[in-house]
């Protein structure tokens, strides 16, 4: 194969993989390792499993889970062995804390707030593996359109803005 043949092959295999690295799939609740199950099950015993994506998360394979419980969507990241990584829970503006609240109020200063979510991040994929977080860690994410464009900000539980 010529040089110029030999780039090409290597640019359209880049892209691939990189294509490949940010797509999901679809699972069958019936194909979800039982440990998966088993830990949404425990941590969420009042909620139903609406979906199960598996994707590749930084050189790891993860489920992407959306639950249901009450009139709350809880999207739940969580590892093949049942350990959850990362939970963001949708939310109304009156149910975060008042300093998350106004924080969100004073960036979004008149537009229209179309998204709360409380993130939960209890672990980290480093290097192709899961590590807990010795404590998990917690903020808001807020997004709102300013002139037409949406605007996503991060908010610290005591009101800071991240």
């Not at 609406?50 to 590892?79: C, H, M, N, P």
């Not at 093949?80 to 008042?98: L, R």
């Not at 480093?126 to 300013?146: C, N, S, T």
Request: charged share 25%; hydrophobic share 40%; aromatic share 6%.
């Amino acid at each position: 194969m010529s040089r110029p043949h030999l780039k090409t092959a290597g640019c359209v295999t880049v892209t691939c993989l990189l294509l490949a690295a940010g797509c999901s799939q679809t699972v069958e609740l019936s194909n979800v390792s039982p440990a998966a199950k088993t830990a949404l099950k425990t941590a969420y015993p009042e909620a139903s499993i609406t979906e199960v994506e598996s994707e590749f998360a930084w050189g790891t394979k993860v489920y992407e889970a959306e639950l249901k419980q009450g009139d709350r969507q809880i999207d739940v990241k969580l590892s093949f062995d049942g350990e959850i990584i990362e939970v963001e829970t949708k939310m109304s503006m009156s149910d975060v804390p008042k300093a998350v609240a106004e924080a969100i109020t004073e960036a979004a200063k008149g537009a229209e707030v179309t998204g709360v979510e409380k993130v939960e991040l209890m672990g980290k994929i480093q290097f192709g593996k899961i590590v807990k977080l010795d404590e998990p860690k917690v903020y808001y994410e807020a997004e709102y359109r300013k002139w037409g464009i949406p605007v996503q900000i991060k908010v610290a539980p005591d009101g800071s803005r991240m």
